[in-house]
């Protein structure tokens, strides 16, 4: 990398920054007193706004240039993610976008508690959601630091731990002074620069090959060391049936952990209507797609232009694959517009990541200040305002993920987002799903479907290889791993299923009709929505 | 639970009580209801539903065009300490929509469209993840040029994603949301000529029906 890059880069990210601090300082000087305002936005976006900033939530660094990366190295396997990541917007589409927007206000345990007991089905899943979005949290930290470090050339563990304290401090002030409105607009900024981006590159890598799309894959498979299997399945996820089945443990978290994320489900709350839900799904649905078909163009084209044995030599996981092929499209090293174009590559990156982190502080913000806050109320306690709770809650957790992202710098943290996901899937999804669609769905039932999935998904990471067993693991000198799949989802999400139903059948109490002919009626109709 | 114990109860048993599940969970409707109280008039009846917002047709909803009239400070009602209660109509109101043609009709629209849907693509994505995990020489046989099985049926996945959405869509856009629409006005109307229980809050007088949250 010369000097040259990382002046323009930081340059283009400093406009970003500058940009963003403008946004929030517009809509910080609005009305923020209100939960309406803060966690919603006022939610007046309309659907194409709300579908972009899905977009921009939902499109972490990982999708822009791990994904491309994996591609270029591996080929075939690299595209499995992506599709995983955007077959579950189905699932999303289907079963929870409307629903939760006519029967929710803020977050997931609003749609829950709105027909259970509320202190028990808040703590509970308030719990599960602060510890879906810490997670997920810690990874894009951990992610955003190597991510400064490698871009910018310095390596060293300070440029690093600077990285994170800075993205961490930028966040929290986005979070806390602009609440939703202003980590929306975040949001689309993001995604729509992410969007021109990748359009971009994706044009000029396919007038590098003429439009000719066989001839980009024949040029990826021959410069990439390993000819035709290159382009099937295999080379990542070919080994052992162990390994397979972790694959297929994984692509069932992605597909069902979704329609379960707090920062996800959050954002159906800030459009009026169930229609504009909806709708900015599908707007969704469509700039996610367009945007993944994109990427595995990028990563097919990073092996036919830059070549897999280099890709692999800047960086061991691949991520350096797009500014590489941005670098070289623009005319190689030391070419004015390949500069400029690695910079422009580099600076989305730290865009995207930003926004991602935003979006997940707010999540982490509402459930701590609306579920677990409310639920250890005492009844005649003074009332503070919840948002002024939420606002200090922004800064603990922009804290908290500081401190856990330099303490797990060096460890490989690429399992925590398919923890997160499988955490998601396995004990939100059930919680959701039965109180949505379950007449006799029970307090109990609740509770014990979050428990049950939460306790069951990281006791089954803890005792996996993950975290001890083998030379990657977390403690490399231990061996009590137990349990033979990295990802957990394949036995905890029915797990999760399971305890929901029996939680639900061993209740003492009955199921309370008259509250599930509300919950339905309002879920289909939008009677009586907020 | 019985729907005229508890109606009073809700105010003075404390939380956890026998019948505390649908009574507490009443509470919190309450709540929200409670919170939003000097939100602004909700939208009188005589608007119609032909009202739109930037272009849409949506309806009308309770609480203010765009966000006015917000109270600055939010006075969050703590749980288990409702200051209302709740009017057995709006109960009862629910209960006869829920059971109502129109209703059932929306439902089974709903589920019609959703279930088979929902099913069919979890099979095929499941179908097309073991494939490859288990059947990679099927998956490697060339089809067109450097397309082989596997690259198309990848592509396929990103196709028939699109085309579910866009089926999904139109669906609910044809045969639910006029119905879906009707109906929220129905209970709007209903819960409101059953205005019997009368909010006191902050010396202005509200609605206490489940239609005004």
Redesign the interface.
């Known amino acids: 990398m010369s000097g040259d890059h990382q002046v323009l880069a930081l340059l283009l990210f400093g406009a970003f920054i500058a940009a963003t601090l403008c946004i929030t300082s517009r809509v910080g000087r609005g009305k923020q007193g209100s939960p309406e305002e803060f966690y919603a936005g006022g939610r007046q976006f309309s659907a194409m706004e709300n579908g972009f900033a899905i977009a921009g939530d939902y499109l972490s660094a990982a999708s822009f240039l791990g994904i491309s990366g994996a591609i270029a190295l591996f080929g075939y396997d690299g595209m499995l993610y992506s599709i995983g990541f955007l077959v579950a917007w189905l699932v999303v589409l289907f079963f929870t976008a409307e629903l939760v927007r006519n029967c929710g206000r803020f977050t997931l345990a609003d749609v829950i508690a709105s027909r259970l007991r509320e202190r028990p089905v808040r703590r509970a899943v308030g719990t599960s959601s602060l510890v879906v979005s810490l997670l997920y949290l810690v990874a894009q930290m951990v992610g955003a630091g190597s991510l400064v470090a490698l871009l910018l050339g310095g390596t060293s563990g300070q440029t690093r731990c600077w990285a994170m304290v800075a993205v961490g401090a930028l966040m929290v002030i986005h979070v806390s002074f602009g609440g939703m409105r202003a980590t929306t607009w975040i949001q689309i900024v993001k995604a729509a620069l992410l969007l021109a981006g990748t359009l971009a590159l994706t044009v000029l890598v396919l007038i590098r090959f003429h439009g000719d799309v066989n001839a980009l894959l024949n040029s990826a498979a021959e410069h990439s060391g390993h000819g035709r299997a290159f382009l099937a399945p295999g080379l990542h996820y070919g080994g052992n049936w162990t390994a397979r089945l972790d694959f297929i443990s994984l692509a069932l978290a992605l597909v069902l952990g979704t329609a379960g994320l707090p920062h996800i489900l959050s954002r159906f709350s800030t459009v009026p209507t169930a229609r504009a839900a909806r709708r900015s799904t599908v707007w969704a649905i469509g700039l996610v797609g367009s945007f993944s078909v994109m990427t595995i163009v990028l990563g097919f084209g990073a092996a036919a232009v830059v070549g897999s044995d280099r890709v692999r030599a800047a960086h061991a996981a691949g991520n350096t694959a797009v500014p590489l092929l941005a670098l070289d499209l623009g005319g190689g090293a030391g070419s004015t517009s390949g500069t400029v174009l690695f910079a422009v590559v580099v600076s989305i990156a730290f865009a995207t990541v930003l926004a991602v982190v935003a979006g997940i502080t707010l999540a982490c913000s509402a459930s701590i200040a609306h579920d677990l806050h409310r639920s250890v109320q005492r009844p005649g306690s003074r009332p503070r305002s919840e948002v002024a709770v939420a606002r200090v809650a922004a800064v603990g957790v922009g804290a908290v993920a500081i401190v856990l992202g330099l303490l797990a710098r060096d460890l490989n943290v690429a399992f925590l987002v398919g923890l997160a996901f499988a955490v998601a899937a396995s004990a939100n999804l059930p919680a959701l799903v039965y109180s949505l669609f379950w007449r006799d769905f029970t307090t109990r039932g609740a509770v014990w479907a979050v428990y049950g999935g939460l306790g069951s998904a990281v006791l089954l990471v803890v005792f996996s290889p993950v975290v001890s067993g083998s030379a990657e693991s977390l403690v490399p000198g231990w061996d009590f791993h137990l349990f033979p799949l990295q990802n957990p989802a394949l036995v905890s999400v029915p797990l999760g299923f399971m305890s929901g139903w029996l939680g639900t059948r061993l209740s003492v109490e009955p199921g309370d009709a008259d509250a599930y002919a509300e919950t339905e009626v309002r879920a289909l109709t939008g009677a009586g929505s907020v | 639970?019985e729907?005229q114990a508890g109606q009073w109860a809700a105010s003075v048993r404390p939380?956890?009580a026998?019948?505390?599940?649908?009574a507490?969970?009443?509470?919190?409707?309450l709540a929200?209801h409670d919170?939003?109280a000097d939100?602004g008039p909700v939208p009188s009846i005589e608007t119609g539903p032909g009202i739109s917002?930037?272009g849409?047709g949506?309806?009308p909803?309770?609480?203010g065009l765009?966000?006015w009239n917000?109270?600055?400070?939010?006075?969050?009602?703590?749980?288990?300490?409702a200051r209302l209660v709740d009017s057995p109509s709006?109960?009862d109101v629910?209960?006869e929509?829920?059971r109502g043609a129109a209703?059932q009709q929306?439902?089974r629209r709903?589920r019609r469209f959703?279930g088979p849907?929902?099913v069919a693509?979890?099979l095929w994505?499941?179908g097309?993840?073991?494939a490859?995990?288990?059947a990679?020489g099927l998956?490697?046989r060339p089809v067109i040029?450097?397309?082989?099985v596997?690259?198309l049926a990848?592509l396929a996945?990103?196709l028939t994603?699109?085309l579910?959405?866009?089926a999904?869509?139109g669906h609910?856009r044809r045969y639910?949301?006029r119905a879906?629409?009707e109906?929220?006005w129905?209970?709007?109307e209903r819960?409101g000529a059953h205005r019997s229980a009368a909010a006191v809050h902050d010396g202005s007088h509200r609605m206490g029906s489940?239609?005004?949250?």
């Open positions: 639970m729907k939380e956890g026998w019948d505390g599940a649908a507490s969970g009443r509470i919190d409707r929200r919170s939003r939100e917002f930037r849409e949506e309806p909803y309770p609480g765009f966000g917000q109270p600055l400070v939010q006075a969050s009602v703590p749980p288990g300490s709006t109960v629910y209960r929509v829920q209703f929306v439902r709903y959703v849907a929902a693509f979890l994505y499941f097309y993840v073991v490859v995990v288990t990679p998956m490697a040029g450097a397309l082989n596997a690259l990848g996945q990103f994603t699109f579910l959405t866009w999904y869509a609910a639910r949301d879906a629409l109906l929220r129905t209970v709007y819960a489940g239609a005004g949250r």
